[in-house]
Nanobody, 121 residues
Framework: QVQLVESGGGLVQPGGSLTLSCAAS????????MDWYRQTPGKQRELVAT???????NYADSVKGRFTISRDNAKNTVYLRMNSLKPEDTAVYYC???????????????WGQGTQVTVSS
């Protein structure tokens, strides 16, 4: 089995910064793309950023220029650096790894449990 565990959420003032981390653990052979999503009550989960195993990135228009996704393949960890935070960035942020290959040769689509980010003065 594979688990994704997020950390780094919290309360921050508008204009502030936070860095989220998501560490994958278990019998992992390889993780391909990794994503960050976010969700607010009553709304669909929104894709925020994606990074391939090779480091290519893609961002939602709403966060371009403010958020940076990165990863450390040796640590099976993905990060989301969030700068110039706005109240509308308030959400639960979820880590997602749609294709995790285990040492046993199985593939899994994994989600983390989510971490709350609140941007408020």
């Amino acid at each position: 089995q594979v688990q994704l565990v997020e950390s780094g959420g919290g309360l921050v003032q508008p204009g502030g910064s936070l860095t989220l981390s998501c560490a994958a653990s278990g019998s992992i052979f390889r993780i391909f793309a990794m994503d960050w999503y976010r969700q607010t009550p009553g709304k669909q989960r929104e894709l925020v950023a994606t990074i391939t195993r090779g480091g290519s990135t893609n961002y939602a228009d709403s966060v371009k220029g403010r958020f940076t996704i990165s990863r450390d393949n040796a640590k099976n960890t993905v990060y989301l650096r969030m700068n110039s935070l706005k109240p509308e960035d308030t959400a639960v942020y979820y880590c997602h790894a749609p294709q995790v290959v285990t040492t046993g040769g199985y593939e899994y689509d994994n989600w983390g449990q989510g971490t709350q980010v609140t941007v408020s003065s």
